[in-house]
């Protein structure tokens, strides 16, 4: 019996005219005012935990409720006060949390279909929010991705009830996979490799983008008044640089790799002036508080 069939309905439409929107405008996500991650994280923060890790964890914090093991179900109720406590408190989902929890006692009192209906689209409305950056300003421009994510809040929800937890965590991992994979042939196939060039009387900044799978080494050779960087992306680059920089700025093309050469007319400003010629050509722009 295919119970709930609405769930795969609209999650698989939704899905389609989210993604083809998407595809369509060449839409990526904004730029957010985070910690950006470095090379040496890339394959732990893109493919292990997402594939491996996320799914047993979102599942049954956003489904627990829809098994029918009552551990998965304590679960459920016991890992987003924990995680408010470890990532930090966000007023807006603790009473989206309040929400959730106020209608699931009520449905397991008065079991009304129509309660379980709205629980589930409300864990898909957290489930979504869950997936933008910590601290991440709510735009326009975050909405398709927000629908990315509530679509397949509402299509796993559907393999939860109609055949098992395992299933969703299955199929959880696999479309993190696939993401992840796409992300990776964008860096490796899709980045365009046209050089860029900054000069001014002060500094000139030379610069070309690498397919990411070229090789796993990198290069930052500071040599007087000349720095050479080969095979590296601007989030080591600055960490090498000067780390502070990232306080204030952010990297436009995280974990793009490049081929550098920046000369500076005054040795001592070697850095202001290798950061101003980034800002020049957008590599970095300033974060907006």
Not at 19 to 39: A, K, M, N, R, Y
Not at 75 to 102: K, M, N, Q
Not at 205 to 222: A, C, D, M, T, V
Not at 253 to 278: C, G, H, M, R
């Amino acid at each position: 019996m295919n119970k709930k069939k609405w769930l795969l309905i609209s999650g698989s439409v939704l899905l389609s005219l989210v993604l083809f929107f998407i595809v369509f405008f060449q839409l990526t996500p904004p730029l957010t005012d985070i910690e950006q991650s470095s090379f040496k994280s890339f394959y732990l923060s893109s493919f292990i935990f997402p594939v491996l890790v996320a799914p047993l964890i979102e599942e049954i914090r956003f489904r627990g409720f829809l098994t029918k093991s009552k551990i998965l179900q304590g679960i459920f109720l016991l890992l987003t006060p924990i995680s408010l406590f470890v990532a930090g408190w966000d007023t807006i989902i603790f009473i989206l949390v309040l929400v959730i929890y106020s209608i699931y006692a009520l449905y397991k009192v008065y079991k009304f279909d129509a309660l379980l209906d709205i629980l589930i689209i409300v864990s898909s409305l957290f489930f979504s929010l869950h997936h933008l950056p910590f601290n991440a300003n709510i735009t326009w421009s975050w909405i398709p991705f927000l629908g990315v994510s509530f679509s397949l809040g509402l299509l796993f929800s559907w393999v939860i009830i109609n055949k098992s937890i395992i299933w969703a965590f299955i199929l959880h991992g696999g479309w993190n996979l696939v993401v992840s994979l796409l992300f990776l042939g964008h860096l490796h196939f899709g980045i365009s490799e046209e050089p860029g060039e900054v000069i001014s009387d002060e500094y000139h900044l030379e610069w070309k983008r690498i397919p990411f799978l070229n090789s796993n080494s990198g290069q930052y050779k500071p040599n007087g008044n000349v720095l050479t960087i080969t095979n590296m992306n601007l989030q080591d680059v600055i960490g090498y640089a000067g780390p502070e920089i990232l306080d204030s700025m952010l990297v436009t093309e995280p974990f793009v790799k490049y081929d550098i050469t920046f000369q500076s007319e005054n040795e001592a400003e070697l850095k202001a002036n290798f950061v101003k010629a980034l800002e020049i050509d957008s590599l970095l722009i300033k974060k907006v508080k």
